[in-house]
């Protein structure tokens, strides 16, 4: 079945980076894209970005233009979002989801990863 | 970038109890319209999208609606296990592809 399992929980000092990974199985990687989404505390979802798998092509969200960067290494079919000069509004559960249909991302996103919480903390 | 708006914040219904939450969006997105349900601790499930298809294995008691900037999500039985917190999210043209700021379906 479709499967996506994201890196395990991190704990960053401010100004740090961190680097969560989502790898997918049960599908061919290359023909979905995926979204990025955050969730801080008690609050609502956050849209960050997504990324083709199949050719690299990314968008971000404004707010976060120039410290987020997201990837895929088609060999090993994980996608990796990596947010840099983390601040304490910065501590959320990030989470990977697939696009529903392949080559769209107008459908909306199925299935989502388990989620990955990174918390900064001085 | 297009907002979105869901209303009510919250409601408290009972068992077997029809309910519709409503989510607006700032500017046509056609018919580009995602439903969520998340449960405390767990990752959002995909309900319903392009505003009235039904994502496989979600019962038929959800139900979606709506095209331009007003849609609405439909349980028709409220059932235990659909207490959670419901999203929309526009996925018109490109991103970003914002969410609502959710509906929280308490027991009454």
């Known amino acids: 079945q479709v499967q996506l399992v994201q890196s395990g929980a991190e704990v960053k000092k401010p100004g740090a980076s961190v680097k969560v990974s989502c790898k997918a199985s049960?599908?061919?990687?290359?023909?979905?894209?995926f979204g990025w989404v955050r969730q801080a505390p008690g609050q609502g979802l956050e849209w960050m970005g997504w990324?083709?798998?199949?050719?690299?092509?990314?968008n971000y969200a404004q707010k976060l233009q120039g410290r987020v960067s997201m990837t895929t290494d088609t060999s090993t079919s994980t996608a990796y979002m990596e947010l840099r000069s983390l601040t304490s509004d910065d501590t959320a559960v990030y989470y990977c989801?697939?696009?529903?249909?392949?080559?769209?991302?107008?459908?909306?996103?199925?299935?989502w990863g388990q989620g990955t919480l990174v918390t900064v903390s001085s | 970038d297009i907002q979105m708006t869901q209303s009510p914040s919250s409601l408290s219904a009972s068992v077997g109890d029809r309910v519709t939450i409503t989510c607006r969006a700032s500017?046509?997105?056609?018919?580009?319209l995602n439903w969520y349900q998340q449960k405390p601790g767990k990752a959002p499930k995909l309900l319903i999208y392009a505003a009235s298809s039904l994502q496989s294995g979600v019962p038929s008691r959800f139900s979606g609606s709506g095209s331009g900037t007003d849609f609405t999500l439909t349980i028709s039985s409220l059932q235990p296990e659909d207490f959670a917190t419901y999203y929309c999210q526009q996925t018109y043209s490109t991103p970003p592809f914002t969410f609502g700021p959710g509906t929280k379906v308490g027991i009454k």
């Open positions: 049960g599908y061919t990687f290359t023909n979905y894209g």
């Open positions: 989801a697939r696009g529903l249909i392949a080559f769209q991302i107008t459908n909306g996103f199925d299935p």
């Open positions: 500017q046509s997105i056609s018919s580009y």
């Open positions: 990324i083709s798998a199949y050719n690299g092509n990314t």
